[in-house]
């Protein structure tokens, strides 16, 4: 192509361009310079051949990672900060674990009993069962009644075994629900349980006619401590139990607290969540005995140990420990190989 064929070329090119001929202010206008076909060429060889740049856009993940990390440090923050919230305002959800339905009756047995509502001071109302003494024939028993406190989990309706045993010694018993727990109002708490257990001991005094010294304070696990808690008020008052047995216990709840749950500041629950077992049993002055399994993986043996030696070295009249066999939710003083035992204990007393 000539010299003057290019400028030409190149002069068409670079034309403005209106796009309204009605106004022709406004104007597109080619700002660069078209090259020869020539020099077009070589620039795109050039640029092919060129090497590509180092410089590469940042990668955005590390970004996003460090969101997410962030996020979710400050979700686990606010869970733990939640957590002990809740645990400081309901403590007594690390202690209690009831259940609302009953999964059996007596009834569904053939036994003969009564369905029982007693009322506590603050007015809630606790749902149990009274069984007659069934004594064996030509067997002379004390006219006593067992008033049996269970353990921190489900509610009586699951203690149809425990009241089987129970009923082999001849002895009326009186099985009750704690508040929160099955047909029981209220919600469970420590100082709940001790007005629940004051209430059923005035109701086998008052309306069944009991004398305190007629009425054996049975208690299993967290029910030995609520067992201990009433013998040791009844003694103070001058009106001790005919016996205390306590199975599968433990010395306080800070004590077990502090095993169960190492990664708890347990101290902080104490004036909510304490049965100081261990300092009240050396107060009760009746007969005591205890019954701990070695085996017990929950509470440790040495927990019944230490109520052994403190009731012992307290106001207790006589002493008798019972090993039991198995786990913690698998040793209980009610199966009919400790019957005999405990019988001649209690008959020990008479």
């Not at 309204?20 to 206008?29: F, K, M, N, T």
């Not at 004590?255 to 095993?259: A, L, V």
């Given at each position: 192509m000539?010299?003057?064929?290019?400028?030409?070329?190149?002069?068409?090119?670079?034309?403005?361009?209106?796009?309204?001929?009605?106004?022709?202010?406004?104007?597109?206008?080619?700002?660069?310079?078209?090259?020869s076909?020539?020099r077009?060429?070589?620039g795109?060889l050039a640029s092919?051949?060129?090497?590509?740049?180092s410089?590469?856009?940042?990668?955005q993940a590390?970004?996003?990672?460090r969101?997410?990390?962030?996020?979710?440090?400050?979700?686990?923050?606010?869970?733990?900060?939640?957590l002990?919230?809740?645990?400081?305002?309901?403590?007594e959800?690390?202690?209690?674990?009831?259940?609302?339905?009953?999964?059996?009756?007596?009834k569904?047995i053939?036994?003969?009993y009564?369905?029982?509502?007693?009322?506590?001071?603050d007015?809630?109302?606790?749902?149990?069962w009274?069984l007659?003494?069934?004594?064996?024939?030509?067997?002379?028993?004390p006219a006593?009644?067992?008033?049996?406190?269970?353990?921190?989990?489900?509610?009586?309706?699951g203690?149809?075994?425990?009241?089987?045993?129970?009923?082999?010694?001849g002895?009326a018993v009186?099985i009750f629900?704690?508040?929160?727990?099955?047909?029981?109002?209220?919600?469970?708490?420590?100082?709940?349980t001790?007005?629940d257990?004051?209430?059923?001991?005035?109701?086998?005094?008052?309306e069944?006619?009991?004398?305190p010294s007629?009425?054996?304070?049975?208690?299993r696990?967290?029910?030995?401590?609520?067992?201990?808690?009433?013998?040791?008020?009844?003694?103070?008052?001058?009106m001790?139990?005919?016996?205390?047995?306590?199975?599968?216990?433990?010395?306080?709840t800070m004590?077990?607290?502090?095993?169960v749950y190492?990664?708890?500041?347990?101290?902080w629950f104490?004036?909510?969540?304490?049965y100081?077992?261990?300092?009240?049993?050396?107060?009760?002055?009746?007969?005591v005995?205890?019954?701990?399994?070695?085996?017990?993986?929950?509470?440790?043996?040495?927990h019944g140990?230490?109520l052994?030696?403190?009731?012992?070295?307290?106001?207790?009249?006589?002493?008798?420990f019972?090993?039991?066999?198995?786990?913690?939710?698998d040793?209980?003083l009610?199966?009919?190989?400790?019957?005999?035992t405990?019988a001649?204990?209690?008959?020990?007393?008479?």
């Open positions: 000539s010299a003057s064929g290019s400028k030409a070329w190149v002069r068409r090119l670079t034309q403005p361009i209106y796009t309204d001929p009605g106004a022709r202010r406004v104007q597109v206008v080619q700002t660069r310079r078209l090259r076909p020539h077009l060429a070589a795109i092919v051949s060129a090497e590509p740049s410089e590469v856009e940042p990668h590390p970004s996003l990672l969101k997410v990390v962030r996020w979710s440090l400050l979700a686990t923050v606010g869970l733990v900060l939640g002990i919230a809740l645990l400081l305002l309901r403590p959800g690390l202690l209690f674990y009831p259940s609302p339905h009953l999964g059996s009756t007596p569904q053939g036994w003969d009564e369905r029982v509502e007693i009322t506590t001071e007015g809630q109302t606790l749902v149990g009274f007659p003494a069934e004594p064996a024939p030509g067997v002379e028993r006593w009644v067992v008033l049996y406190c269970h353990g921190n989990a489900g509610n009586i309706g203690r149809i075994n425990v009241l089987s045993g129970l009923r082999e010694l002895l009186l629900d704690y508040r929160g727990y099955g047909e029981s109002t209220g919600r469970p708490t420590v100082d709940g001790r007005l257990v004051l209430a059923t001991w005035r109701y086998l005094v008052d069944r006619g009991y004398d007629e009425i054996v304070m049975w208690g696990s967290l029910g030995g401590a609520v067992a201990i808690d009433q013998a040791a008020r009844v003694s103070k008052a001058g001790p139990p005919a016996a205390l047995i306590v199975e599968s216990s433990f010395t306080s004590d077990i607290g502090k095993q190492p990664w708890l500041p347990v101290g104490e004036r909510k969540l304490d100081p077992s261990r300092e009240l049993i050396a107060t009760v002055n009746s007969p005995l205890i019954a701990h399994s070695s085996a017990d993986e929950l509470i440790p043996a040495s140990q230490a052994e030696a403190a009731a012992e070295a307290g106001a207790a009249t006589r002493i008798a019972v090993e039991l066999d198995g786990g913690h939710n040793g209980h009610t199966e009919p190989r400790f019957i005999p405990v001649e204990f209690l008959g020990a007393g008479r």
